[in-house]
């Protein structure tokens, strides 16, 4: 990806070129003219804006800005031109077509950089009329087509800086995932409801089984976080030394799913072995889950609703009172606080704060999941293959359901609480704000696989 530098570098050559503005040495020697910019397509002058099915707005903002502050100030037209997107399927091979007027506006077509500044106000491409009207939702834009918006620059008082003074805005009303939180070092989920003992948590302890499952898309298979500590595990969701789906190990495949069955309630240890035939890539969309279950003792993991790997006769020899799995056990240790008798003390005293519920976090900070997140679930039950594949991508009536203990869709867009649709409700919650990635559309592949 070219810096913004560069870019400039780029833009000066070719302003010499044309026996421009590049010799112009200002008094606070600047090496070349001022141009002016759009930000959004300083990283990329395709910008995808791909909508949820069941918005009828959706906004894409960005500004006008400049290489460096001018003395006076700087105005400048901002337009769409639909002539523009012969040009983009010719650069692109595509064959897409103009969104209808309808469905856009512009907040503003001109727009001032003020002298002393870089930046001028914020505008706003917005969409709209997506949904059509009516309860039959005439008019809609139809689901699942591309179309384009060119947004350029088609005035202004200083040079443009050749192509980032146009974006292109990718618009598809989408029937597919399009929400998803990123996570990484310093942003992962955790259940303050499920730590205390009550209804909320109840239900997460004492089981016989068990199922994780979420879509992830993991950015960078890390091997050091930003201080150089060493980092060979990246945690999806679970319980440290207990029950934990996670992706590497120590003199384990970086990129390949692990299900650490540690705990009291499974005993299977870690599983599978290392295998590099079944790492993950970096870049692309997983449905990933783990089941096991005492009465069958048998493990499974499952990648794009498929069984990876499975093994039985593994885990504990007899389900018995004393060995159920508990995912709550923060909450049972809260339950010996409150109630400090010598028996509770000998059953729930040793469940500190190591043994917590989390997503994208284990033992401590640096073994972060650096990628994205959706849908993910936690069941009481070993989920068979058939309800695997069926529902990779979204499970209908949660909260009729009362083996879905937890059911977090992260389709908030915004904010840092992530909303539990299970009967349970406990919501997640993130340190800091997550960032929640613009472009998000997760393919349904049950749907287009036989």
Not at 222 to 240: F, H, K
Request: hydrophobic share 35%; net charge negative; with cysteine.
């Amino acid at each position: 990806m070219k810096t913004l530098k560069h870019i400039l570098l780029l833009a000066c050559l070719a302003m010499l070129a044309a026996q421009t503005a590049c010799t112009d040495y200002s008094a606070d020697d600047h090496k070349f003219g001022n141009v002016v910019y759009l930000d959004v397509a300083e990283t990329s002058e395709v910008q995808a804006a791909t909508i949820k099915n069941t918005l009828d707005v959706f906004d894409r903002t960005f500004a006008a800005t400049l290489a460096y502050p001018s003395d006076r100030d700087e105005t400048l037209s901002v337009t769409v031109d639909p002539s523009l997107v012969e040009r983009y399927n010719a650069r692109y091979g595509t064959a897409w077509t103009m969104l209808d007027a309808k469905y856009y506006t512009l907040s503003s077509e001109t727009a001032t950089i003020a002298a002393g500044k870089t930046t001028s106000e914020t505008l706003t491409l917005r969409l709209q009329n997506l949904l059509g009207e009516g309860a039959d939702q005439t008019g809609a834009l139809p689901l699942d087509e591309t179309y384009l918006v060119p947004v350029t620059i088609s005035q202004s008082s200083v040079p443009t800086l050749g192509t980032s003074s146009t974006v292109w805005y990718v618009v598809k009303r989408s029937s597919n995932i399009t929400t998803a939180a990123q996570l990484g070092a310093g942003n992962w989920i955790n259940f303050p409801t499920l730590d205390k003992y009550g209804a909320n948590s109840q239900a997460w302890n004492g089981l016989t089984a068990m199922t994780y499952e979420a879509l992830i898309y993991i950015d960078q298979f890390a091997t050091s976080d930003e201080t150089s500590t060493p980092v060979s595990i990246s945690s999806v969701m679970g319980v440290e030394q207990y029950l934990l789906l996670r992706i590497g190990d120590t003199n384990f495949e970086r990129q390949q799913l692990q299900f650490d069955g540690s705990g009291s309630g499974s005993q299977f240890g870690k599983f599978p072995g290392s295998d590099a035939s079944k790492n993950l890539a970096a870049g692309r969309w997983y449905h990933v889950a783990c089941t096991y279950d005492q009465a069958t003792q048998t493990v499974r993991i499952y990648v794009d609703g498929q069984i990876q790997s499975e093994e039985t006769g593994v885990g504990v020899a007899s389900s018995t009172e004393d060995n159920r799995i508990n995912l709550a056990m923060r909450a049972l240790y809260d339950f010996y606080l409150k109630n400090p008798t010598p028996d509770n003390e000998k059953k729930y005293g040793g469940f500190g704060d190591a043994y917590q519920f989390f997503i994208g976090r284990s033992y401590d900070d640096y073994r972060p999941m650096n990628g994205r997140i959706a849908e993910a679930r936690v069941w009481s039950v070993a989920r068979t293959p058939e309800q695997i594949w069926e529902n990779m991508y979204e499970i209908a009536d949660p909260e009729s359901d009362p083996t879905l203990l937890g059911y977090w869709k992260f389709n908030e867009g915004a904010g840092n609480t992530v909303k539990d649709y299970s009967m349970y409700g406990n919501d997640g919650e993130s340190e800091i704000d997550l960032v929640w990635p613009d472009g998000i559309e997760i393919p349904k592949i049950n749907e287009t696989e036989e």
